[in-house]
């Protein structure tokens, strides 16, 4: 007996059928939009994600912010540590020191909070940013409350006191500033 020949390779006519391979696609999931707005090309590209919405935008000058205010709080913290009495006669003109302890804490918790600044300076993560710009507007703010406060009890206003109080809340402004920009939902591409 011979051998039954197998029928010759028909080809599929269905891959160059545009209303066949949009059928394909269609069926995959693959090529519509999808709830955020983003056109799929392949499975795997629909599967493991698009990076680039992953990435943070920055602002102009974040990083350099960032910096200045890790800078800015080590400075202070180690002043407060260091030299009580300097860092309260420069922002209290002439004002007697009582006790050195509470200025000493004030410089540990500063100390703590720059820990946090400069290990926001190195990372990319979008929450992270935002809350360590949260707390410098809100330390800013709070620091602003209490100096005018103490002026308003003592009575003694200096040109020092009013280039700290100006400077908070520049600080605190520059810092909502980029939190609310780091927050923004980037513009799709």
């Given amino acids: 007996m011979a051998a039954k020949q197998p029928p010759p390779l028909m080809k599929k006519h269905s891959q160059t059928d545009l209303v066949s391979r949009l059928k394909t696609r269609k069926i995959l999931g693959v090529g519509g939009e999808d709830d955020d707005g983003e056109v799929h090309r392949s499975k795997i590209s629909q599967v493991l994600g698009n990076e680039i919405k992953f990435t943070v935008r920055e602002p102009l000058g974040l990083r350099v912010w960032q910096f200045v205010s890790a800078v800015l709080f080590s400075g202070i913290a180690l002043m407060a540590l260091a030299f009580p009495d300097q860092l ?33 300076l190195y990372t990319a993560e979008k929450v992270i940013i935002r809350w360590t710009l949260l707390t410098e507007a809100c330390y ?31 600080f605190v402004v520059i810092s909502i500033y980029y939190y609310y920009q780091v927050g923004r939902k980037p513009k799709k591409v």
Avoid: C, H
Wanted: charged share 10%; hydrophobic share 55%.
């Fill in 88 to 120: 309260y006669d420069a922002v209290f003109d002439g004002a007697e020191v009582t006790s050195k302890t509470p200025i000493r804490l004030y410089g540990g918790a500063l100390l703590s909070i720059s820990l946090i600044m400069w290990n926001a």
């Fill in 140 to 170: 800013f703010g709070v620091q602003f409350v209490v100096v005018t406060a103490t002026l308003a009890e003592t009575g003694l206003v200096s040109l020092g006191t009013l280039v700290l109080l100006a400077s908070r809340l520049l």
